[in-house]
Nanobody, 121 residues
């Protein structure tokens, strides 16, 4: 059974950090591009970051560039999103997704169930 499971979300103060994990089961994550997306209440789901399967190239939305870092550990079949200098506007449900193309668009085949990130004092 193909499954992606996100973890690491929670409540953090502005300026704080969180590391999200995306663990895969039922397939080998190394063969797929992985994207992180988020959806705030009343807003559309948006791409945050993605990493290619081939050369590890990474891409970021302008809103998180310089603050978030995506990485992958193929041995653990897991992708991470390190989030630093968090802002209240980063509050959202964060999803990871796997697919054939490295893109910030919603063109992925497999999706996780999401993990809540809340940035508030």
């Amino acid at each position: 059974q193909v499954q992606l499971v996100e973890s690491g979300g929670g409540l953090v103060q502005p300026g704080g950090s969180l590391r999200l994990s995306c663990a895969a089961s039922g397939f080998t994550l190394a063969y797929y591009a992985i994207g992180w997306f988020r959806q705030a209440p009343g807003k559309e789901r948006e791409g945050v970051s993605c990493i290619s399967s081939s050369d590890g190239s990474t891409y970021y939305a302008d809103s998180v560039k310089g603050r978030f870092t995506i990485s992958r550990d193929n041995a653990k079949n897991t992708v991470y999103l390190q989030m630093n200098s968090l802002k209240p506007e980063d509050t959202a449900v964060y999803y990871c997704a796997a697919g054939p193309w490295t893109t910030l668009k919603l063109e992925y085949d497999y999706w996780g169930q999401g993990t809540q990130v809340t940035v508030s004092s």
